[in-house]
């Protein structure tokens, strides 16, 4: 046995929120993501990620709600990590470039140049589905409550993507600073104005209720801590 028995004996499911360092976490610690084995028949369908394998990559953002019970149920442990939403975006503007060359040909593509101002104007249009852990980056605007949520309830613990160093290595024995694939170098209180700041404010309200965000900081609540 060693020193961190209580940790090596843990079973951890990473619940994989986008550009929230799921894929630094997975390469780090004992974490898993799931996969498209784990998404309950009733969520599969014959569609384009079944026929392109560009697409497999994507299930491991399923939400909690949508894996299978069984596959659920092997983990000893679940957990989720949540950003500041107004950061978040920003990662995700930032890699529509990425992801448009990944998808190049295929219909989940942009072919068009978005403005910051543009990528915030559609969530207004956003219409939320049961496929929306596998949007575009320029179409990513669940809250992220919708990854954790399963039963009515929220069913991960939760660590600050801000403080993934010493959160995740309290949780599950690594360490290391937050990274995504596709970073920025800008602050992100630099793209925003006061209007776009209210903008995101409203939309998603329900994660900065939740966790005690403002636009300047990390989760002040509601968060895993040792």
């Known amino acids: 046995m060693c020193a961190n028995c209580d940790i090596c004996l843990k079973k951890i499911l990473l619940s994989h929120i986008p550009k929230n360092s799921g894929t630094y976490i997975r390469?780090?610690?004992?974490?898993?993501?799931?996969?498209?084995?784990?998404?309950?028949?009733?969520?599969r369908q014959e569609d384009r990620c079944y026929t392109d394998k560009r697409f497999l990559g994507l299930f491991k953002h399923v939400p909690a709600s949508q894996i299978r019970d069984d596959m659920w149920n092997s983990f000893t442990h679940k957990v989720a990590v949540v950003r500041n939403p107004w950061s978040r975006l920003v990662?995700?503007?930032?890699?529509?470039?990425?992801?448009?060359?990944?998808?190049?040909?295929?219909s989940y593509a942009l072919n068009y140049e978005l403005t910051f101002d543009q990528f915030l104007d559609r969530m207004d249009q956003y219409s939320h589905d049961s496929n929306f852990y596998y949007n575009h980056?320029?179409?990513?605007?669940?809250?992220?409550?919708?990854?954790?949520y399963r039963d009515g309830k929220i069913s991960t613990d939760v660590i600050r993507f801000e403080n993934t160093s010493d959160?995740?290595?309290?949780?599950?024995?690594?360490?290391?600073?937050?990274?995504?694939?596709g970073t920025y170098e800008?602050?992100?209180?630099?793209?925003?104005?006061?209007?776009?700041?209210?903008?995101?404010?409203?939309?998603?309200?329900?994660?900065?209720?939740?966790?005690?965000?403002?636009?300047e900081s990390a989760a002040t609540k509601n968060y895993w801590r040792k």
């Open 167 to 181: 959160d995740l290595w309290s949780y599950s024995g690594s360490i290391g600073k937050p990274q995504n694939v």
């Open 137 to 148: 980056p320029y179409n990513h605007f669940a809250n992220q409550l919708d990854w954790i």
């Open 27 to 43: 390469k780090t610690s004992s974490a898993t993501p799931p996969s498209i084995d784990f998404l309950k028949d009733e969520f």
């Open 186 to 215: 800008n602050d992100y209180k630099e793209y925003y104005n006061e209007k776009q700041i209210q903008k995101v404010a409203d939309f998603f309200s329900l994660d900065i209720e939740h966790w005690g965000f403002d636009f």
């Open 91 to 106: 990662s995700l503007y930032e890699d529509i470039s990425r992801i448009n060359k990944i998808f190049k040909g295929t």
